[in-house]
């Protein structure tokens, strides 16, 4: 290609990446309630490593040229250039993930008024880790040169060879878990029947999740309005920053009254009211709140899953489908170029069978990387990546890649970061951040896109490492880095070999290892969602999540689930089988205040008139609809067991006459002495003791 087309497609491509990365942001982020000191680092530290999947590819090619006919193969940049980029990806993502990002994430994070003391806050966290890792380094220095002595350049590659080590490790562990977790996702749900059943048995879970989330948020809110009642002593002194946050509360004073004494004894206020108390109870209360919008927007989500599962599975004898109230966030499932047939077809043959093919392409994609990772060092000829990515093995030594091989390098680094990105967010080892639609925690968005800006340079020099030596030595990535990646043999070996530890993930994800593990060890039992108990004995399974289900979609009748306001309900555990029993309904005036920013929360779980439950966790047993009344096992099994005794035709013995003996003839009108006198005698009193012929045992 020439310049000019390559220039125009390297800004075409980079324009598209930005756009995608923002309207990511936009999926997660209120962008305009967002700060701008917030939105602009979580941006960069996400378009820098989706950007790897131009810088990569164009950096193999760059310079392409045969030497006959002096035409570039792809597209191909000026080699300053690319070194200028890759210094600025580096350099920026070292800034964002040390510095940056850790700070935003502190100072968002705490419950200090001034934001000068959560400057300080923030400083004096960030400062008391970077001491620490400091501190460490040192240590490490001083042994390293009084053993080698001192060299400016071995010290370097060992610090970047570090550096690039820890990097990838986490890349290592988050792209063999997603290379697994990808397909296997697709291929399961390609059934709507076990996509239908996953959903019932993750129910009961969530729904708990989601309740002690509403009871610890009720507490803080319950705190909040006994201090506000406090009009002496050292509540004084922050009268106005209590006002404040008794405002943001969305818990009524009618609730709070008939709250639980267990509830109540919680949110005890203390005598003396401090700063440090204040900014605790702020902070507390502002991750309960995104605790609790997180956990409602996950049960609504899996809610109207299992409502368009359900109704796929009960189209099947009219095929015709229609979502009603029940459709997903998207409108093209209720587009209406297409008719109710149609639409059932689509969802009950078209759908399952693209995710069926998509399962094996990309089970067969994620053999392919995983077959690299393993023989790329011992045996390279026979790297599937290479092979594909090298489409003119017998040119010139910088003319062996062309258009088409960046294509596949973009798309093979593509699949790679959406698994390890994929993994970010499914794996459940973050403590509680988690990303929300529209409502993701300001401090869980700055850590989760920290950890991505970490995989900028792992993966980049593990992808070009796929390719024979003499392609990926002469790229500008390895002048500027790779060379001081591998300047040192620990650095040349871990690169080397590390990843074929790959198959440790893939090994976990694969077998579910990790939930042997936990059960072995004998904790997150409850939290397991491994694919052994589909029965659901036990620890509230398929049965109570389908209960739950169905209760929130009678629940939900009169209203869509997509077109509820705050005003929706719920009803409570002890209203299985009762449609729509009295709720209470909350004030409208308090719909817009779950979110710190002021943007509208998911709908809001109510509470029924009465005194709410005394426990927090939802009972083990449930009350089923009387369609679908059938218990746990025990119970199933006692009913079978029963019905069978009392179904059971009793046998017909046959009558055998008996003549009395005559020594029991005694008080009869019988041939007895004693009994013609109508007294009893004493062998009478011995064993009849009355008339009648009884024997006394």
């Given amino acids: 290609m020439t310049p000019v087309a390559s220039t125009f497609i390297f800004s075409s491509a980079l324009i598209a990446i930005c756009v995608l990365t923002l309207l990511l942001l936009r999926h997660y982020l209120p962008l305009r309630s967002t700060p701008a000191y917030l939105l602009l680092p979580v941006f960069l530290s996400l378009a820098i490593p989706c950007s790897i999947i131009l810088l990569v590819p164009i950096d193999l090619a760059t310079n392409a040229v045969e030497d006959e006919d002096g035409i570039a193969r792809g597209i191909s940049l000026p080699d300053g250039f690319m070194r200028a980029m890759w210094r600025i990806a580096y350099w920026l993502t070292f800034v964002l993930t040390w510095f940056i990002l850790p700070f935003l994430a502190d100072f968002v994070d705490s419950g200090h008024r001034d934001p000068n003391k959560r400057v300080w806050d923030s400083v004096r966290s960030n400062l008391r880790y970077q001491l620490v890792v400091l501190g460490c380094a040192i240590a490490v220095l001083v042994y390293y040169i009084l053993n080698n002595g001192f060299h400016a350049a071995t010290i370097k590659g060992t610090a970047i060879a570090l550096a690039y080590a820890w990097g990838l490790v986490l890349a290592i562990y988050l792209m063999g878990h997603g290379l697994v977790a990808i397909p296997r996702e697709l291929f399961q749900s390609a059934s709507t029947s076990s996509r239908l059943r996953r959903l019932q048995t993750r129910a009961p879970r969530v729904h708990e999740k989601m309740t002690d989330a509403i009871d610890e948020h009720d507490t803080l809110e319950i705190q909040v309005m006994e201090l506000s009642r406090r009009k002496n002593g050292t509540a004084l002194d922050f009268r106005s920053w209590i006002e404040e946050l008794a405002d943001t509360s969305d818990l009524p004073e009618a609730r709070a009254a008939r709250a639980p004494p267990a509830r109540v004894t919680e949110a005890t206020v203390p005598n003396v009211i401090t700063e440090r108390f204040l900014a605790d109870l702020t902070r507390r209360v502002t991750r309960a709140r995104h605790k609790r919008i997180r956990f409602i927007e996950?049960?609504?989500?899996?809610?109207?899953?299992?409502?368009?599962?359900?109704?796929?599975?009960?189209?099947?004898?009219?095929?015709?489908?229609?979502?009603?109230?029940?459709?997903?966030?998207?409108?093209?499932?209720?587009?209406?170029?297409?008719?109710?047939?149609?639409?059932?077809?689509?969802?009950?043959?078209?759908?399952?069978?693209?995710?069926?093919?998509?399962?094996?392409?990309?089970?067969?994609?994620?053999?392919?990387?995983?077959?690299?990772?393993?023989?790329?060092?011992?045996?390279?000829?026979?790297?599937?990546?290479?092979?594909?990515?090298?489409?003119?093995?017998?040119?010139?030594?910088?003319?062996?890649?062309?258009?088409?091989?960046?294509?596949?390098?973009?798309?093979?680094?593509?699949?790679?970061?959406?698994?390890?990105?994929?993994?970010?967010?499914?794996?459940?080892?973050?403590?509680?951040?988690?990303?929300v639609r529209r409502h993701t925690y300001a401090e869980s968005a700055c850590w989760y896109s920290m950890q991505v800006a970490k995989l900028t340079v792992p993966l980049s020099y593990n992808f070009i490492t796929f390719l024979p030596k003499d392609i990926h030595t002469q790229t500008a990535y390895y002048n500027f880095l790779g060379r001081l990646i591998n300047f040192t043999p620990l650095g040349e070996g871990f690169s080397a070999f590390f990843p074929i530890f790959i198959l440790v993930p893939v090994a976990a994800t694969t077998f579910?290892?990790?939930?042997?593990?936990?059960?072995?060890?004998?904790?997150?039992?409850?939290?397991?969602?491994?694919?052994?108990?589909?029965?659901?004995?036990?620890?509230?399974?398929?049965?109570?999540?389908?209960?739950?289900?169905?209760?929130?979609?009678?629940?939900?009748?009169?209203?869509?689930?997509?077109?509820?306001?705050?005003?929706?309900?719920?009803?409570?555990?002890?209203?299985?089988?009762?449609?729509?029993?009295?709720?209470?309904?909350?004030?409208?005036?308090?719909?817009g205040q779950n979110t710190p920013s002021g943007a509208r929360s998911p709908r809001p779980r109510q509470q029924p008139v009465g005194p709410p439950p005394q426990q927090s966790h939802p009972p083990a047993s449930r009350q089923v609809p009387e369609d679908e009344a059938e218990g746990n096992f025990f119970q199933e099994f006692a009913h079978r067991v029963r019905n069978t005794f009392d179904t059971i035709d009793k046998p017909e013995l046959p009558k055998v006459n008996f003549s009395k003996p005559k020594w029991l003839n005694i008080g009869d009108n019988g041939d007895s002495s004693s009994g013609s006198t109508g007294r009893a005698g004493p062998l009478d009193r011995l064993f009849a003791g009355r008339n009648g012929g009884e024997v006394r045992l």
């Avoid at 099947?316 to 229609?322: A, I, M, V």
């Avoid at 969802?347 to 995983?370: M, Q, Y």
Wanted: with cysteine.
């Fill in 298 to 435: 996950e049960w609504d989500h899996l809610v109207r899953e299992a409502n368009e599962a359900q109704l796929i599975l009960d189209a099947s004898s009219s095929k015709k489908l229609e979502y009603g109230c029940f459709a997903s966030h998207s409108n093209w499932h209720r587009a209406k170029l297409w008719s109710p047939t149609m639409r059932y077809y689509m969802h009950a043959t078209v759908f399952p069978a693209l995710r069926f093919v998509g399962s094996l392409f990309l089970g067969l994609a994620s053999a392919c990387i995983i077959w690299s990772e393993v023989f790329k060092r011992a045996v390279p000829a026979i790297s599937v990546v290479g092979l594909s990515v090298v489409h003119h093995p017998r040119a010139t030594e910088r003319g062996k890649i062309g258009f088409a091989g960046q294509l596949m390098a973009g798309a093979w680094l593509c699949y790679m970061c959406a698994a390890a990105l994929m993994s970010i967010k499914e794996v459940k080892v973050w403590g509680n951040r988690a990303l």
């Fill in 512 to 591: 579910n290892l990790y939930g042997r593990i936990r059960k072995i060890f004998g904790f997150g039992f409850l939290d397991d969602d491994s694919e052994e108990n589909q029965s659901g004995f036990g620890t509230g399974g398929w049965r109570e999540g389908r209960a739950l289900i169905e209760r929130e979609r009678i629940g939900s009748s009169g209203v869509g689930l997509s077109d509820q306001g705050p005003e929706r309900t719920r009803q409570e555990d002890g209203a299985a089988t009762a449609l729509a029993p009295s709720r209470y309904t909350d004030s409208p005036s308090h719909s």
